[in-house]
């Protein structure tokens, strides 16, 4: 077994977001800018980008910059310029698709290391000799390649780097080479602009030979009139059926790749750099999802023995998430890599704050999402194990004092949070464990078509990881969750009681008021002193103290 370290490759969408990500464990990021790589959605200045390397290299991580576009004569004067300035920039790494590009740089900037892009499309040995042979430092594998084919890329080239993906979203075509989004929105999927219109939902419209258009409406009257199928040319005979609800139809929905039930496997080969999908995600998801691949990766190294995907997975299930699937991980998709039901990213959590100062007294948070007294915020460390629960009773601004009984998301509002609410905190601990960037989450509710969903990407991911097949349990599940969406139910509820300021939740929480001064949670109270802020007792531990149920 080797004990060759992988790289954790995170995205970087824009600056906040690099630094989130590198002060949450990654080794390396990517990025790019519109006038320079060709990323439309790419929200850096050239500064931004200078700054952001310089960030990389104080922290002795790395920075690739992307420019994996195909290019047309018109990108090709733009070429000399560009290569100016990323020899300002002093990158790591370019990553790079087209051989023509490649090949231009390599001439005009040998210094420069080379990576091949996923654009690429590599899923051979063959291919990625070629690159070496070319030059190449790194080859990023296409998103198609199995497992067993990797196991024999890297047996077969011991010689040059190897970068797989490991989590984000799927692309229903092949790697990012979609013409959906160029025929339907004109924007070039393989320029960064996809307009995911494999999410979309489709409606059937009905066209007359007059040229006129009607809708096909399915009633209770005529639907047992119509069945709708897909026959493929070569295979006659083998149909599948098109579905439409009120929503319309997604056959064209993946659920989102997650390698982490099989990282393990990607480790012991040696797999040089692993990769994360979503520089359009938030910088919540950069920091979940770069401190759980990092704990992963760390506790294998320190224990491969023993080492447990489950825990990890609990907290990559706290980010949204359209279901996780292995996707070609085994050589073939199967029914389990896509979902026709329901094509939202939803999660148990969701994105409550950001720490932007650290002041001598207190946090000061940006609100990201809505937020109520008597919520519970769990301060998520870029440097410990261990997060913080804490109950707030209202929100104080930082601007001006004044107290709110609700903040809400996208007003940018900055609340203060004193230290003396952390009752159980040593204040210095506080400060080093929480610094600026540190994220916060909160619990969030969901319908119960939302739980549906939830319940239903739990199932098709054990079965997936498991290899084995449960037609009853997945048809069940997928009814169930298909009948939620036809009630159309608005109601949310939490997974946990709830009951806003006014009582404790049963939990037994150190951030809980009601809890410390009810004299019937006295002995209960002994405990939870000699542990840390927000940690709550055990379902023994609040059976024998008779706390109240959750509902």
Not at 18 to 29: E, N, P, S, T
Not at 402 to 427: S, W, Y
Not at 472 to 496: H, P, S
Request: a negative charge; proline letters at 4%.
């Amino acid at each position: 077994m080797t004990q060759h370290r992988s790289e954790l490759l995170m995205p970087a969408g824009n600056l906040r977001k690099l630094k989130v990500a590198i002060l949450y464990g990654a080794d390396a990021v990517y990025l790019g800018t519109p006038d320079m790589s060709l990323r439309t959605k790419s929200e850096f200045s050239l500064e931004e980008v200078i700054e952001g390397v310089e960030f990389c290299h104080a922290h002795g991580k790395r920075a690739y910059l992307t420019l994996n576009l195909f290019s047309h004569n018109k990108d090709i004067p733009k070429l000399d310029e560009y290569i100016d300035t990323v020899r300002k920039v002093k990158p790591d790494g370019l990553i790079i698709a087209d051989p023509g590009v490649f090949q231009y740089v390599k001439t005009r900037a040998p210094e420069l290391p080379l990576h091949i892009s996923t654009q690429a499309n590599i899923c051979s040995w063959l291919s990625v000799d070629f690159w070496k042979d070319q030059g190449a430092e790194l080859v990023v594998l296409a998103r198609e390649v199995s497992y067993p084919e990797l196991v024999e890329i890297r047996e077969k080239c011991p010689d040059i780097k190897l970068e797989a993906f490991v989590h984000g979203a799927m692309c229903m075509t092949y790697s990012g080479r979609c013409l959906l989004s160029n025929f339907m929105a004109e924007r070039g999927s393989n320029q960064g602009n996809c307009a995911n219109s494999c999410r979309w939902n489709y409606s059937l419209k009905l066209r007359l030979k007059d040229g006129t258009r009607e809708e096909l409406t399915i009633t209770e009257d005529n639907a047992d009139l119509f069945e709708f199928l897909l026959e493929e040319g070569c295979r006659p005979g083998d149909l599948m059926t098109i579905e439409e609800d009120d929503r319309g139809s997604y056959i064209l929905n993946s659920r989102d790749l997650c390698i982490m039930p099989k990282l393990d496997e990607y480790l012991k080969i040696g797999v040089d750099s692993l990769k994360v999908e979503g520089r359009g995600k938030s910088e919540y998801y950069a920091a979940v999802v770069a401190r759980a691949y990092r704990m992963a990766i760390d506790d294998y190294f320190a224990d491969p023995e023993n080492w447990d995907p489950k825990p990890y997975m609990r907290e990559l299930e706290s980010v949204g998430n359209r279901g996780y699937t292995l996707a070609f991980h085994e050589g073939r998709l199967t029914n389990y890599a896509h979902d026709y039901e329901h094509t939202a990213p939803i999660a148990q959590w969701e994105y409550a704050g950001v720490v932007t100062e650290v002041t001598e007294d207190a946090f000061l948070i940006e609100a990201k999402n809505k937020l109520e007294a008597g919520d519970v915020m769990e301060f998520v460390s870029p440097s410990s194990r261990e997060t913080v629960l804490l109950r707030v009773y209202d929100f104080e601004r930082a601007d001006n004092g004044k107290r709110l009984n609700v903040v809400h998301g996208g007003t940018k509002t900055t609340i203060r949070l004193p230290f003396a609410l952390f009752d159980h905190e040593d204040v210095e601990d506080l400060k080093a464990r929480f610094p600026v960037y540190s994220v916060m989450r909160k619990e969030r509710p969901l319908t119960e078509e939302q739980w549906a969903r939830i319940r239903f990407d739990k199932l098709t991911q054990g079965l997936e990881m498991k290899g084995q097949r449960n037609d009853k349990a997945y048809e069940k599940r997928r009814d169930t969750l298909v009948e939620e969406i036809g009630e159309g139910g608005t109601d949310r509820r939490f997974k946990t009681n709830r009951v806003g300021v006014e009582g404790c939740c049963g939990k037994g929480c150190n951030g809980c008021l009601i809890f410390w001064q009810d004299d019937q949670y006295a002995k209960a109270r002994e405990i939870l002193m000699k542990r840390k802020q927000g940690e709550q007792l055990s379902k023994s531990e609040a059976t024998e103290f008779k706390l109240p149920k959750p509902a």
